[in-house]
């Protein structure tokens, strides 16, 4: 019995371990990518859901009813929008699971949030040129 009791606790654990997690996303989106790198360092197991952004979902129209974009992380029912609030959500959330992402100094801090800037800024341009604009 001692054994049973003990396998239900690991069970409850296992469980409570186990976040309802859900990521909205498109493969080659760089958000998304971004996303997917952070879930990776936590080592959080989450549900990948594609999401074909020619013919939204319901679930992305609903759960980010602003711009309508992905990435979207849905923890426990409550969504999460755009890639650089939710990658600095997971490494709140998961502050105790894996290495942290953001540094803990507030000036550095401040320098990781540039570079995020600068590269949704001056470098994913050229994403969307060879993926959407060129059909490549
Ligand atoms: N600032 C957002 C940008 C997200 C974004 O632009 N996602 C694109 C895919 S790469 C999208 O969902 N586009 C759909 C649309 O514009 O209708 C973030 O960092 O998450």
Redesign the pocket.
Known sequence: RVKREKNRETDQTTMAAKPDLKLLG?SV???VIRVRMALHMKGVSHEYIEQD?FNKSELLLESSPVE????VLIHDGKPVC???AIVQYIDEVWAATGPPILPADPYERAVARFWTAYV?DKVIIFWHLCFVTSNI
């Not at 309508?68 to 990435?71: A, E, F, G, I, Y």
């Open positions: 498109m989106s760089p958000f952004l309508k974009k992905v990435p755009d890639s650089p949704d």
